[in-house]
C-alpha cells in the first residue's frame, strides 16, 4: 500500500464531513425537511446526523477509529440512498439534479467503505473489494454523461472566465468517464484513480475556491465543494486501497487490499 497516500486521502476525506456536519446544525430547519415525513422529531435526526459527521471528519483529520468511523459512516450513506434519494427520486424530476446527487452519494458510500478497507490489519474479500470500487466508478460514468447533456448545474461548475464552455464540458465528461473506465477495468487501478483525484482537485482549486473566495457565507457553494472534495478524496482512498498486480502462476490480481 501506498503509505503516505492513505493518510492524506483520510485527511482530505475528513474536512467535508466536519463541514457537512456544521451545516446540519446551521441550516437545521432546511435539513430536517429533508427526512422522511413518516420519521418522528425529524429536528433530533438532523441534529444526530450533524454530530455524527463531525465526528467521523475529526477521526479521519487525525486518524483514531477510522476503521469504525469510515463503517459507521459508509452506512449511515447507504440509509440516506434508500431512504431520502429513492424518495425524491420517486418525485418529480427536477432536471437531474436528484440523480446526481444520489449519484454523488453513492460514490462516496463507496469511498467510506474503501477507508475502512484500507485500515484494515487482515486482507479484505476480493469480492468486497470490487464491490467498493464499482460502487465509487459506475456512478462516475453517469456523472461524466451528464457533461454531454448541458444541464445547467453540471456546465455551472466550469469556471465562467474559460472560454469555450460547451467545449469544455465535453472535455470534463470524456476525462470523468476515461477515468472511471480505467479504474473498472485496468489490471492496475492505483495510478488512474490518483490522475481522477488530481483531476477533481484542480476543479475545486479553478471552480469552487475563487467563489468561496468572493462569497465566504454562500451555502450553496460549500455544499457543492465539499461534496467534490469528498469525491476526489475517495479517488485517492481507492488507489491507496488497491493493491498492485501480482503475477503468480501467470494470473495477475489487482483487488483492492492494504499490504
Not at 137 to 147: K, N, T
Not at 170 to 199: H, K, M, N, W
Not at 233 to 252: E, K, V, W
Amino acid at each position: 500500500m501506498r503509505t503516505y497516500l492513505l493518510p492524506l486521502a483520510s485527511l482530505l476525506f475528513g474536512i467535508p464531513w466536519i463541514i457537512f456536519g456544521i451545516q446540519h446544525f446551521m441550516y437545521a430547519d432546511f435539513v430536517s425537511g429533508l427526512v422522511p415525513a413518516y420519521m418522528p422529531a425529524r429536528i433530533f435526526w438532523a441534529y444526530l446526523t450533524g454530530i455524527a459527521m463531525i465526528a467521523a471528519g475529526i477521526s479521519f483529520i487525525i486518524r483514531r477509529q477510522v476503521r469504525l468511523a469510515a463503517f459507521l459512516l459508509g452506512c449511515m450513506l447507504l440509509l440516506f440512498i434508500l431512504l431520502l434519494h429513492t424518495l425524491l427520486l420517486s418525485g418529480p424530476p427536477e432536471g437531474g439534479i436528484h440523480w446526481t446527487r444520489a449519484l454523488q452519494d453513492t460514490s462516496i458510500m463507496a469511498a467510506a467503505f474503501g477507508l475502512y478497507l484500507g485500515y484494515g490489519t487482515h486482507s479484505s474479500s476480493p469480492k468486497t473489494s470490487v464491490i467498493v470500487k464499482y460502487c465509487y466508478a459506475l456512478p462516475l460514468v453517469v456523472l461524466g454523461a451528464q457533461h454531454f447533456t448541458h444541464n445547467a448545474f453540471v456546465t455551472a461548475k466550469i469556471p465562467t472566465w474559460f472560454p469555450l464552455i460547451d467545449v469544455f464540458d465535453y472535455l470534463i465528461g470524456i476525462v470523468l468517464i476515461a477515468a472511471a473506465l480505467s479504474i473498472l477495468f485496468t489490471q492496475d487501478a492505483r495510478r488512474p484513480a490518483i490522475g481522477l483525484g488530481v483531476f477533481l482537485m484542480t476543479l475545486l482549486l479553478l471552480h469552487h475556491i475563487p467563489l468561496l473566495a468572493a462569497n465566504v457565507r454562500n451555502a450553496i457553494e460549500w455544499t457543492g465543494a465539499m461534496l467534490d472534495l469528498a469525491l476526489a478524496a475517495g479517488a485517492f482512498i481507492i488507489s491507496a486501497c488497491t493493491s498492485p498486480p501480482q503475477r503468480s502462476g501467470g494470473q495477475a490480481s489487482a483487488s483492492m487490499l492494504p499490504e
